[in-house]
T-cell receptor, first 116, second 116 residues
Framework: AQTVTQSQPEMSVQEAETVTLSCTYD???????LFWYKQPPSRQMILVIR??????QNATENRFSVNFQKAAKSFSLKISDSQLGDAAMYFC?????????????FGTGTRLQVFP | GAVVSQHPSWVICKSGTSVKIECRSL??????MFWYRQFPKQSLMLMAT?????????EQGVEKDKFLINHASLTLSTLTVTSAHPEDSSFYIC????????????FGPGTRLTVT
């Protein structure tokens, strides 16, 4: 069974600085998706970024980028130029590439605080 | 686009009663919907996966007779918590997968259930 581990329960960063959130996962599959979701105080889950395992290039979305290390089964999220609105819970998630498996497996989350 | 709504956003019910939570995809057809449960300061735990027109698939440990899921149309899934007890108090989140798009789930804003 696949597992997702986020070893940092809480992180903090100063506004305009850069922060990296860690995520490791365990799987025997070769094809899969990895995601980072943001859950602000409103509790609405928001997709931040997606990475397909077959792609070697790291995904980027504006200030958000990932460092995907497939051999090490590591998938960290880097937030550049942090903003107050980035404060939230961040969840790393895994999804199998198999068509008959839709479910997302979430890590335990990292609470990010952003200080002015 | 890709908006998912939930109703109600919060509900208080008495122990022993049943409560229904609706999940709607507002601007797309959802062949698959997912129901998650989230306890305070914890991650999302998948309860069940529902496909339109067929029975839901429940995760191990989830009582199917207690958490009734119906996915009667491509835009609506309902979760009924039967004979609710205080330990069922939680935050329930649904997500929907757009027909034809295999990897992304769109999340609803969640429903807070309090059983007194």
């Amino acid at each position: 069974a696949q597992t997702v581990t986020q070893s940092q329960p809480e992180m903090s960063v100063q506004e305009a600085e850069t922060v990296t959130l860690s995520c490791t996962y365990d799987t025997s599959e070769s094809d899969y998706y990895l995601f980072w979701y943001k859950q602000p105080p409103s509790r609405q889950m928001i997709l931040v970024i997606r990475q397909e395992a077959y792609k070697q290039q790291n995904a980027t979305e504006n200030r958000f980028s990932v460092n995907f290390q497939k051999a090490a089964k590591s998938f960290s999220l880097k937030i550049s130029d942090s903003q107050l609105g980035d404060a939230a819970m961040y969840f790393c998630a895994y999804r199998s590439f198999r068509l008959n498996t839709d479910k997302l497996i979430f890590g335990t989350g990292t609470r990010l605080q952003v200080f002015p | 686009g890709a908006v998912v709504s939930q109703h109600p956003s919060w509900v208080i019910c008495k122990s022993g009663t049943s409560v229904k939570i609706e999940c709607r995809s507002l601007d797309f057809q959802a062949t698959t919907m997912f129901w998650y449960r989230q306890f305070p300061k914890q991650s999302l735990m998948l309860m069940a996966t529902s496909n339109e027109g067929s029975k839901a698939t429940y995760e191990q440990g989830v009582e199917k007779d207690k958490f009734l899921i119906n996915h009667a149309s491509l835009t609506l899934s309902t979760l009924t918590v039967t004979s609710a007890h205080p330990e069922d108090s939680s935050f329930y989140i649904c997500s929907a997968r757009r027909a034809g798009v295999s990897y992304e789930q769109y999340f609803g804003p969640g429903t807070r259930l309090t059983v007194t």
